[in-house]
């Protein structure tokens, strides 16, 4: 079996071109030292003919720099991976927020005065780790100091106060669902987009539930958006046979705030506290990955079935869910909710 030379490495080749001229110089046939190489026949040849001519002989056989490369340093090369991670190309003064090869380019010719060819800056960002993404979106009005002192101050001091009161702590969220939802992905042949049948009828349905860390869960649906009204009415059924104080975290939602939500939870003198997340932060809130775990599970395993209901397939996975506190309590494992550490 002859070895390919496109998969040894320039260093190896010049060594054997040099080895190669220098045993056809000492007599020995240059189809003999192409079989002991495991190369083809007429590779020895080309060597002896690329090493004939004056001012040629083993200087033609060594590495040579490809005409018009430029390279970086290591150093320069570790600078443009801090330039590109995690940061925004109109930090630097471009007009497009996302990453490109030609933008990397101009990048490094501002700063390093060295041009290189798309190819190049590829390579450069497959070199030092650097694969494209889909970027994740994120409000611009995110208020990255609220954040912080969310998960450094504000959290902390509700799990001591609870901890104090022997209260549990939830977090509480909604979402919607619909028949014709299409979640997750799917294997097909390269360059045709499969086709997924879906039901033809359009039912939707929206559910809030309420996570605890350690592995409660509590769940309803209803049909249309959320208001204030059914806000308390909600808040009545899972305060239901709660013995011990609530302190339920939720986002910033107007139904969450109205004047009924305040009266009912000022009536119970206590034993309900509201407490509400920074804006524009989903990612702080646990409950979200139940709906993140619930939808690629769910109508995308399996459509509906003719004059099957929606509503009752989506109650029977989130009691599905309730009766795993495993899984639930898995949420709270995740990266983005690590500041909260009663579990």
């Not at 340093?73 to 030609?102: C, H, I, M, S």
């Not at 992905?185 to 349905?205: C, E, F, L, S």
Request: hydrophobic share 40%.
């Amino acid at each position: 079996m002859k070895i390919d030379g496109r998969t040894l490495t320039r260093e190896t080749l010049e060594a054997m071109r040099l080895m190669a001229l220098e045993r056809m110089v000492e007599g020995e046939s240059a189809a003999a030292i192409s079989a002991s190489f495991g190369m083809h026949r007429s590779w020895a040849y080309k060597v002896r003919l690329k090493a004939r001519g004056r001012g040629k002989g083993k200087r033609a056989l060594r590495l040579r720099k490809a005409p018009g490369r430029r390279t970086l340093t290591d150093a320069q090369e570790r600078q443009a991976f801090r330039w590109v991670n995690g940061k925004n190309p109109q930090q630097y003064g471009f007009d497009f927020g996302l990453w490109t090869r030609q933008i990397v380019g101009e990048l490094i010719t501002q700063r390093f005065g060295v041009t290189l060819s798309l190819a190049s800056v590829g390579a450069l960002l497959a070199r030092v780790g650097l694969t494209p993404h889909k970027p994740l979106q994120r409000a611009y009005q995110r208020d990255p100091e609220a954040i912080t002192r969310w998960q450094r101050e504000t959290y902390p001091a509700i799990a001591r106060e609870a901890k104090r009161d022997e209260a549990d702590i939830y977090f509480w969220d909604e979402s919607g669902f619909r028949a014709d939802a299409v979640h997750g992905k799917t294997w097909g042949a390269k360059g045709q987009t499969p086709v997924v049948d879906v039901p033809g009828q359009r039912q939707g349905i929206s559910a809030a539930s309420a996570v605890n860390a350690k592995g409660a869960f509590w769940f309803t649906t209803y049909k249309g958006g959320l208001n204030g009204d059914l806000f308390v009415t909600f808040l009545r059924r899972l305060m239901r046979g709660q013995r011990k104080p609530l302190h339920l975290i939720l986002d910033n939602l107007p139904a969450h705030k109205t004047r009924a939500a305040k009266a009912y939870v000022a009536r119970l003198k206590g034993k309900l506290s509201l407490h509400f997340l920074p804006g524009y932060a989903p990612e702080l809130n646990p409950d979200e990955l139940v709906w993140s775990h619930a939808k690629p599970t769910g109508n995308a395993q399996r459509p509906l079935r003719a004059g099957e209901n929606l509503e009752d397939r989506i109650q029977l996975q989130l009691a599905d869910m309730a009766a795993q506190p495993d899984l639930i309590r898995s949420f709270f494992r995740h990266p983005s909710v690590a500041y909260i550490t009663d579990c």
